[in-house]
């Protein structure tokens, strides 16, 4: 078995379709670790706010049967393929880091380069897998957190719900 983590977005039906993307992880990779839920801005295109959150989990797929089953769940959420790499999403659902892997595997860069350039991934990575190091960097990700310029993105946590738990709570 081998310790996933992913991140998980969307701008389109927020709500909805974060909720269905986590109802199928649970059903398949019970039970799952999940962060908080941020709102954040766009980044790269003017679009509505994101929520975003990171989920840990374990599987014992491969890496190739892993991530197309990935684009199979966002494919049935309505995730529209082929446009610009910056634009609304109904779901996006990015591996971030699979077991200690690194490098271009099957097509997936790990670690995710995202980990260390975008706040909407490193803060809710830093709460689900703070002992965690990086694989390359070999720094824990909560370290990694503490030492990110927090003025480069804004994003703030959101009261959320899931299966009647409160996931998150707006501060």
Request: neutral net charge; charged residues 25%.
């Amino acid at each position: 078995m081998l310790r996933v983590y992913l991140s998980i977005g969307s701008n389109i039906e927020r709500y909805k379709h974060v909720i269905a993307g986590l109802d199928v992880l649970e059903k398949r990779f019970s039970p799952l670790s999940i962060s908080s839920v941020y709102e954040s801005e766009a980044v790269g295109f003017k679009g509505n706010p994101f929520l975003n959150l990171v989920v840990g989990l374990d599987t014992e797929l491969d890496i190739g049967g892993f991530s197309a089953l990935l684009k199979s769940i966002e494919d049935d959420n309505g995730r529209l393929r082929g446009g610009a790499k910056f634009a609304p999403r109904t779901l996006d659902v990015d591996i971030l880091t699979f077991g200690d892997q690194v490098g271009l595997i099957e097509g997936v860069q790990l670690p995710r380069d995202e980990i260390l350039t975008n706040a909407f991934v490193l803060w809710p990575l830093s709460e689900v897998a703070f002992d965690k190091k990086h694989p390359v960097l070999k720094q824990t990700y909560l370290s990694l957190w503490n030492s990110y310029d927090k003025t480069q993105q804004k994003l703030w946590p959101v009261d959320f719900k899931w299966q009647g738990r409160l996931i998150s709570l707006a501060r």
